[in-house]
Structure formats: C-alpha cells, structure tokens
C-alpha cells in the first residue's frame, strides 16, 4: 500500500512558474515508477510526466516538453514536477501516481495508486 500527497498547486499569471510535490508513505518508494497527470475542466485525464525509479528514464508530453521537470528524491519519498513559462492551457487538477512499472509510464492504467490531486490555475 502506497499513499501519495500532492502539494504546490496555486493560482498564477501566464509566464510564471510553480512546483509541484507529492509526498509518499507506505511502501519503499524507490520500487516504484512515478508520472504526473492533469484533469482540466470537460476534458479528458492526460499525461504529463513520468519518471523511472532511479530517476534515469523520463518522459513528458508534448505539450509541456521543454517547460516541465520531473525529478524525484527518493531519500525523501518524494517526486517534484517544476513547471516553468506556465500557460492557461496549463490549468487543470494535477494528480501524481506510483506504479510497478519501473520507468514509469504515460498509461494511467499502469498505476495502481494516485494522489487526491491539486489544483493549478494559470491566468492571462
């Protein structure tokens, strides 16, 4: 059993930046793959970011390459995504996930365990 707390989410203008946590408890969390995924408002959950768990092997949407960072410590149980040059479209309830596929994955069937979420508010 893993149990994740998302953190950092907030409201911010367009071109700025915030940083999201999600902390772990339970299980050895460095077992474990990582993504992050959002859910904007009358869309569809969407990937975001993944992160093996050595923290070598990452992977991010296109939508966000190039803006985003995902990183993990797994010292302290915890996996970041550092979003930079936020837009609106950027807006959505982030939701951070564990899973046993060791690089993790851009599937959201491949985790077994999510955050409650936390919200991101980006205005123009």
């Known amino acids: 059993q893993v149990q994740l707390v998302e953190s950092g989410g907030g409201s911010v203008q367009a071109g700025g930046s915030l940083r999201l946590s999600c902390a772990a408890s339970g299980r050895t969390f460095s077992s474990y793959g990582m993504g992050w995924f959002r859910k904007a408002p009358g869309k569809e959950r969407e990937f975001v970011a993944r992160i093996g768990w050595s923290g070598a092997s990452t992977d991010y949407a296109d939508s966000v390459k190039r803006r985003f960072t995902i990183s993990r410590d797994n010292a302290k149980n915890t996996v970041y995504l550092q979003m930079n040059s936020l837009k609106p479209e950027d807006t959505a309830i982030y939701y951070c996930?564990?899973?046993?596929?060791?690089?993790?994955?851009?599937?959201?069937?491949?985790?077994?365990?999510w955050g409650q979420g936390t919200q991101v508010t980006v205005s123009s």
């Open positions: 996930a564990a899973g046993r596929v060791l690089v993790g994955s851009r599937w959201a069937d491949d985790y077994a365990y």
